[in-house]
């Protein structure tokens, strides 16, 4: 565990403010969930929550099967990393934290598909993969993570098959999240 020299006070209703430093590396925002731990050597430790991860085996059969169905790779991203994967990209994109780029886009809470010659959106800064198609999951009106198909090529446009299924996928998994 890493140290930051940084204490703050409990206020008399148990409160205590977590830092913005920490707060924006971690990307922690208003409203989000964080999971609380203690162990035996008396901490405790705030673990940013993510309701993607308790639909992770199930989102990687879901990317498996779409993969498997159109031969593209394909992710599925909660809001702040790849969650599960398929694919090709599925060693080089796993676990790793999503660009910028990708979070902006997810926020915009409408399905995107690349167009030759737009800006080209990474998945992930250590990969040359980038969004295909992004639809995202929205669960109890919030944007919960996204389905992805992706592609290193430069020629990685998809059709009308890859939109329609990212937008199924994200939206059964949405349902999922609410029940």
Do not use: H, W
Request: charged share 30%; with cysteine.
């Amino acid at each position: 565990m890493k140290a930051t020299g940084i204490v703050r006070r409990i206020d008399d209703l148990g409160r205590v403010v977590i830092p913005k430093e920490i707060r924006r590396t971690m990307r922690i925002r208003e409203g989000d969930s964080l999971e609380i731990y203690t162990d035996k050597d008396g901490e405790v430790i705030f673990k940013k929550y993510s309701p993607m991860g308790e639909l992770s085996t199930f989102a990687a059969q879901l990317s498996e099967t779409m993969t498997k169905t159109t031969g593209s790779s394909t992710a599925v991203i909660d809001r702040d990393s790849v969650v599960a994967a398929a694919g090709n990209a599925k060693r080089e994109i796993i676990d790793k934290r999503i660009t910028e780029e990708l979070e902006r886009l997810m926020e915009g809470r409408q399905v995107y598909q690349y167009k030759q010659g737009e800006q080209k959106v990474p998945v992930v800064s250590s990969s040359d993969y980038y969004v295909v198609v992004a639809a995202p999951i929205i669960a109890e009106g919030d944007v919960s993570g996204c389905v992805l198909f992706i592609s290193n090529d430069e020629e990685g446009l998809s059709g009308d098959t890859e939109y329609k299924l990212a937008q199924t996928v994200a939206g059964f998994l949405g349902r999922q999240m609410e029940a």
